[in-house]
């Protein structure tokens, strides 16, 4: 494990010091819980822009594609695709 060093803003050093104390968690924990949720909220951000595909969600998590699934269908994100390739999905398993 890596040792980083940074300065924060004293409302960020509040925050976590409220959220250590809510959680019975040291600081150093809840830090890192912080960066797991938030780098997990901007690669479910990039899927629902289109920027990453379930695979490459899945793979930036660390999941499984089903648990990529079911963390995004917990969140209530829908796949971001029009109806017409949709429909352009269906077609080309018929051809096969």
């Known amino acids: 494990m890596g040792v980083i060093s940074l300065r924060l803003k004293d409302k960020d050093l509040e925050r976590i ?3 250590s104390k809510l959680e019975r968690k040291d600081k150093s924990t809840i830090a ?3 960066l797991e949720h938030g ?5 479910v951000r990039y899927y629902k822009e289109g920027k ?3 695979a ?3 793979k930036k998590l660390d999941i499984s594609i089903s648990e990529a699934i079911d963390l995004l269908a917990e969140l209530g994100i829908e796949a971001p695709i029009e109806f017409e390739d949709y429909l352009k999905g269906f077609e080309v398993f018929k051809d096969k």
């Open 39 to 43: 780098w997990e909220f901007l690669m």
């Open 17 to 19: 010091e409220e959220l």
């Open 52 to 54: 990453l595909s379930l």
């Open 56 to 58: 490459g969600v899945a």
């Open 32 to 34: 890192r819980e912080l």
